[in-house]
């Protein structure tokens, strides 16, 4: 390994990071019981009494919690399991072995709202529905990335919260993997080759991000704060999605943002490359719930072919932003996180839609009183 100066680096930032967070896709793709937490056909039968139990409970879907869909002990830990793979292991893990062709839309949402409520106490307002809508917007709205077919660079999701979830519905003809880069491998690239990269990630940059606070309202907040910082525990963390920040040409920024310079250009071509080499490529499968560390993994996805036909042939996630108190991550103060929008709403204003429910509601109706972000948190 070339010599690293520590003056190159920013005050008190290690020269190289260490622990389970120091993968790269490579050392990986051997070892997938360290990724895969596999459903047998009994786990998948008390999950079933799980989802009628709640069901026969007659609540809304925001009360789904251990206590309303019970497992046995067993399943519970292994379940927990994933809190600690995405909190103290790889920073990500795969729940695998449901069928969602069984379920109907209700019992979907209350399968991913039950099942990651025994890997984390905290949810967020409202699931997402990811797939493809340029075929299917009758209101002609402008639509973002994660409504296209189109490929996303390494991001994480903005102001949010630790552990993001994405349940695979159905997946397309070709195409849609989705791709993983852990924050601490990057950090330990660019210690090496690139090390004022680390420090431009680390400058304060210009932010702007629309906020809907009413209904048929939208505001944009401006401010500056860095794309990395270490926390308390000496974990590297990052809060960066290039739309954001005025890197995307299709979403650009207002008028009056200052623009990126040179130096922050080149970061932002770097990362990528750099994500892209020490990248894990996961092939998701119908069922699978992905979990990820949103603060420490980086995602991105190939771009994708529906079926015209067929809709259980077409690319579709259901998403949701979690977080456990009891070992979940505390921000790093110097990344000016704002979660107070999206973890705010006790469960009876929880609005876990179905797909067709989500469908209905125009983006400007997408507000805190209809029980769902005001924020767009992902470019």
Not at 250 to 261: E, S
Not at 348 to 363: F, H, I, N, V, Y
Request: aromatic share 8%; with cysteine; hydrophobic share 35%.
């Amino acid at each position: 390994m070339a010599e690293i100066a520590q003056d190159r680096l920013p005050p008190g930032y290690p020269i190289q990071l260490s622990g389970p967070l120091a993968w790269t896709g490579s050392t990986l793709e051997s070892e997938s019981e360290r990724i895969y937490i596999r459903l047998s056909e009994d786990d998948v039968h008390h999950i079933d009494r799980a989802l009628q139990h709640f069901k026969g409970l007659a609540i809304a879907r925001g009360f789904a919690s251990p206590e309303t869909f019970p497992l046995p002990e067993e399943l519970r830990q292994r379940l927990r399991g994933i809190t600690k793979a995405v909190y103290a292991g790889l920073g990500f893990c795969v729940l695998r072995g449901l069928n969602p062709a069984v379920y109907t839309e209700e019992e979907r949402v209350i399968l991913h709202a039950g099942l990651t409520s025994h890997a984390a106490n905290s949810r967020a307002r409202n699931i997402d529905h990811i797939r493809d809508r340029t075929k299917d917007n009758p209101l002609n709205e402008k639509l973002k990335p994660p409504e296209q077919i189109v490929s996303m660079n390494f991001h994480t999701d903005i102001d949010v919260y630790d552990m993001l979830t994405m349940f695979t519905q159905s997946v397309p003809l070709e195409g849609g993997d989705q791709y993983l880069s852990s924050m601490t491998s990057i950090y330990n690239m660019l210690a090496v080759e690139d090390p004022e990269v680390i420090k431009t990630l680390f400058e304060d940059w210009y932010w702007e991000r629309s906020h809907r606070p009413a209904i048929g309202e939208e505001v944009i907040r401006s401010f500056y704060r860095p794309l990395i910082a270490l926390d308390d525990n000496g974990n590297i963390q990052v809060n960066y999605a290039g739309a954001f920040i005025g890197a995307s040409a299709t979403y650009p920024l207002t008028a009056a943002a200052p623009g990126l310079k040179p130096h922050q250009e080149h970061a932002m071509a770097v990362i990528q490359d750099v994500a892209r080499r020490v990248r894990i490529r996961l092939a998701p499968q119908p069922g699978d719930m992905l979990f990820i560390n949103n603060y420490a993994v980086l995602h991105a996805r190939d771009s994708w072919t529906d079926s015209p036909t067929d809709p259980t042939r077409r690319r579709y996630m259901m998403r949701l932003w979690l977080h456990d108190d009891q070992q979940g991550w505390v921000s790093a103060p110097a990344l000016k996180r704002n979660m107070g929008d999206n973890f705010d709403l006790p469960p009876e204003k929880q609005a876990l839609m179905t797909g067709s429910e989500w469908d209905k509601l125009p983006r400007s109706w997408r507000v805190k009183s209809v029980g769902v972000s005001g924020n767009d948190c992902h470019d």
